[in-house]
């Protein structure tokens, strides 16, 4: 199946300038040899999972992640998600608290966060795609080229969207972001190596649901269960 066909529909005519770049091509050839060669996370028909949950028109919030986990089952194509059922990766374990200091939700057994995306949260990663164990192995193959199309595609909507920025590899996305529309809300990532370095304490939800209440919209719900 061609790399644009997995492409949910509302999110077709959204990319279509970007199926016809030479990397795009490239892409799909180094995921094609990938795929027969080793284990790839998450499974062909999750790579887009974000899109299909959270359409153009509908994103409210984009939180950037960076790679999808490369353990065998936890990636699913959402950004710090995992399939419930499984253990709490450290970083969403670290999201977890700091949304309980923040607002009070209590902490989540389920690492599942479709319940953010159907609200309008896109979670998504800047690689789409790793190779089982070998974090970071399809970085710089394409997919960052796609994932900034997305990224200047929700802001160049009228509609203000708040842009979750956390540590360096995301706020290296500010350019694409137009500020004067939209609100971004940056931090220390929520790893463990930098969680107690400006993360815990940020209060990124209650920032979050203080500017779509300003701009006039519902704010997000962060139960997860």
Known sequence: MSLNSQI????????EPEFIKPY?????????????????FPPETDVFHALELTAPDAVRVLIVGQDPYHDVGQAHGLAFS????????????????????????KRAKSGNLEAWAR????????SLTVRAHEAASHKNKGWEKLTDAIIQAVSSQSKPVVFVLWGGHAQK???LIDATVHTVVQ???????SAHNGFFGSKPFSKVNAALTEAG??????RVE
């Open 8 to 15: 949910p529909a509302p999110w077709q005519s959204v990319l």
């Open 82 to 105: 995992v399939k419930a059922g499984l253990r709490l990766p450290p970083s969403l374990l670290n999201i977890y608290k700091e949304l309980e200091t923040d607002l009070g939700v």
């Open 173 to 175: 996305k500010l350019p």
């Open 24 to 40: 795009f091509a490239k892409l799909e050839a180094f995921l094609e040899t990938e795929r027969a060669a080793h284990q790839v």
């Open 187 to 193: 931090s220390a990532h929520p790893s463990p190596l």
């Open 119 to 126: 609200q309008g949260v896109l979670l998504l990663n800047t």
């Open 217 to 222: 919209q519902m704010p997000i719900d962060w």
